[in-house]
């Protein structure tokens, strides 16, 4: 999942001309869909369309309707959503905390107003044991969310990985509809380099398929390169998925 802070249509399009086979999810980030003229969304919209790449509504913008508005604006903002060009709206609590009942009652409202919902779970600053974090996820999934997200930084404790947690996740979840979100320069003290420690972990201890997101588009190349084994890290046969010859 490539992360869309407010990239201009031209370089989308410069972006998806060059690694738009390596990018199946698009996060129109925080609030910035409301910052849009309609047409010039829309034509943003229809040009993830044309690559076969989900462009969806970063759930912070919920949270704030929630917060700022209540819960009677929230099916008024999904509706709206919908009318707009949106087809996927993720539901998350990383400022807005949820109870288990407020979250899966969003998640039903969403699909009610025709949109496949990505639950997020997991916080950036208070860390959650296994038990919450999995079944968090499993209460997503029964609601009826089609994917969950996972907060990267819940993964690692002062720069090492939380393996039981990790083991935990791979044992109570379905990782193919499990994304794992990457730590970004939006988190205080997140360098560039703890970003790509985070990336290679993950695809060692999972494997070179392992769903990631929040991946900036000026990455997506390397990003592909590492899955591959082609990365600055050089050869690595326990990733290396490329045909004999290639």
């Known amino acids: 999942m490539m992360v869309d802070f407010g990239l201009p249509v031209g370089q989308v ?25 309609l047409s ?18 970063g759930g912070q913008f919920m949270e704030y309707v929630y917060a700022v508005h209540g819960k009677p604006m929230l099916e008024r903002f999904l509706s709206e959503a919908k009318r707009v060009g949106f087809d996927v709206v993720e539901i998350s609590d990383n400022c807005v905390p949820l109870t288990r009942r407020e979250r899966m009652a969003q998640i039903r ?15 950036k600053d208070t860390k959650s044991d296994s038990r919450r974090l999995v079944g968090q996820a499993q209460d997503c999934f029964e609601a009826g969310a089609e994917l969950v ?3 990267a930084a819940e993964l690692i404790e ?14 109570g979840l379905d990782m193919a509809k499990v994304l794992i979100e990457l ?22 201890e999972f494997g070179p398929d392992i769903n990631l997101a929040n991946v900036m588009p000026s990455d997506i190349m390397e990003t592909e390169a590492l899955r591959v084994g082609l990365g600055v890290v050089g050869p690595d046969l326990k990733l290396n998925r490329l045909p004999r010859g290639a």
């Open 13 to 37: 399009a410069e972006v998806l001309a060059m690694a738009g086979d390596y990018i199946d999810l698009g996060k129109i980030a925080v609030g910035t869909a409301r910052l849009y003229d």
């Open 40 to 57: 010039y969304l829309r034509r943003k919209l229809a040009l993830y369309r044309r690559h076969r790449i989900r462009a969806f509504i």
């Open 109 to 123: 409202l969403a699909r009610r107003c025709g949109l496949s919902v990505f639950g997020e779970v997991g916080s």
């Open 149 to 151: 997200l996972i907060e």
């Open 158 to 171: 002062r720069g090492r990985p939380k393996m039981k947690l990790i083991n935990d996740i791979r044992r």
């Open 183 to 204: 730590p970004g320069p939006w988190i205080s003290d997140v360098t560039l380099s703890a970003v790509e420690d985070m990336k290679k972990f993950l695809v060692r």
